[in-house]
């Protein structure tokens, strides 16, 4: 579909909600902000006991770029906002190396709480949170969604090693993926920070390639989008 009709497309999909706001005026709310609430009420594992905040996720509801991150941190259960910490900063140094800013990319996490003394979600924290982020996908339609680190990466490549599949895109039931190492591993272990740098700056390339094949609308195009 066109660029130029894409978004309009979205807008169709996200719909419309009607809420009410504290003085019981009816209001607007996305089909996004909903989830949103319904995350920030979830009960659905024991890491619900010990939240300041849930974390949802936040960013245009028509992002094309999506990135997932694990879980929230210490700063991140706080503020109820994702990638607030270290990690957060040098996402944005990286994503401004490309040209972009925090505010025109979606960024989510796997889980949606913060595990105690940031230990690894487990995978029975995974799959609670899977819906969520399975409808935050739907509804946000992004053109690529940037995998971060392990945990994101295993959720769309069960068994792959990070090692070998960072910085190669994936097409899966017709979202494009990429996996790329943390930010966090990188910022621990400076030898990976050549390839974050590396794999982020393929990132509008592979943007300028999805919106060629998008607006020219060829089948033999679409054929070369398969091949990711
Ligand atoms: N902050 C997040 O929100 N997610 C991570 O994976 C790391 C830091």
Known sequence: ????????????????????????????????????????????CVLAQGRTRAVP????????????????????DKSGRP???????????LLSDIGLHRK???????IKCRPPGNRSPTPTEIEACRPYLDRQIEL??????????RFSMERHFPGARISSIHGIPKKIDGVLYYPMYH???????????????GDMKKIP????????????????DAEQLALF
């Open 205 to 220: 390339e592979l943007l300028r390639q999805i919106e060629q094949i998008e607006e020219s609308n060829r089948p033999e």
């Open 140 to 149: 946000v339609q992004p053109r690529i969604v940037i995998t971060l680190g």
């Open 83 to 93: 990638f607030v910490g270290a990690a957060g900063r040098f996402l944005e140094e």
């Open 57 to 76: 996720g936040e960013g245009p509801e028509t992002a094309d770029v999506m990135f997932i991150g694990e879980a929230p941190g210490f700063h991140e």
């Open 104 to 110: 025109d990319v979606y960024i989510a996490n796997v």
């Open 183 to 197: 930010p966090a591993a990188a910022l621990h272990q400076p030898s990976l920070r050549q390839d974050v740098v």
């Open 1 to 44: 579909m066109p660029a130029s009709l894409r978004h309009l497309a979205n807008w169709a999909i996200i719909g419309t909600l009607l809420a009410q706001d504290p003085c019981g005026r009816q209001i607007l709310m996305s089909e996004l902000t909903e989830l949103y609430d319904q995350i920030r009420a979830c009960t659905r």
